[in-house]
């Protein structure tokens, strides 16, 4: 098995190598990566809705010790990642982080969620600072109005 602390590197030097031929190969990756999480997460998403998103999220939020928090209201699951663990690895060597290394978890993610009926919306807030915020809503028009308002806004295509 490989270390995250390898496994985190080598996957920002997977992204910037496919970077280099072409931003649509890094996209390809990543959904190639939602194709093979749909086939563990999307049932699971579509019959438990938000509730299925917080008992995920929460279980990641312990299991890949981040800092942060989840909260699930009538409208939304939010996951605020106050310290990724993934990016701060990347951060911690000698490597320069890929620019887009954050854009990784929406390019996979999004389209698993979309697939499951849900709809997410995403807050980057830095690239250079490893913190972000995902929302999944049940209504489509709250999930854009909440990416309106976001500092980095991602949104990526099903």
């Avoid at 194709?35 to 998403?45: A, D, S, T």
């Avoid at 989840?70 to 890929?98: G, H, I």
């Avoid at 995403?122 to 929302?135: A, F, L, Q």
Wanted: glycine fraction near 4%.
């Amino acid at each position: 098995m490989i270390p995250s602390d390898h496994f985190v590197r080598f996957y920002n030097e997977v992204f910037k190598s496919l970077e280099e031929k072409g931003r649509e190969h890094l996209e390809a990756y990543w959904h190639e990566l939602g194709l093979l999480q749909r086939r563990e997460l999307e049932e699971r998403f579509r019959k438990g809705g938000l509730q299925a998103c917080y008992d995920y999220w929460s279980q990641i939020l312990e299991e890949e010790d981040c800092k942060g928090s989840v909260r699930l209201t009538e409208d939304f699951f939010e996951f605020d990642m106050e310290r990724c663990p993934s990016l701060s690895k990347v951060q911690d060597n000698d490597a320069t982080p890929s620019p887009h290394y954050c854009d990784h978890c929406p390019g996979w993610v999004d389209p698993v969620l979309r697939a499951a009926g849900l709809y997410p919306a995403n807050d980057i807030i830095s690239r250079t600072e490893p913190r972000c915020i995902i929302r999944v809503y049940t209504d489509p028009q709250k999930a854009a109005e909440f990416e309106k308002s976001s500092v980095l806004p991602i949104h990526v295509e099903a």
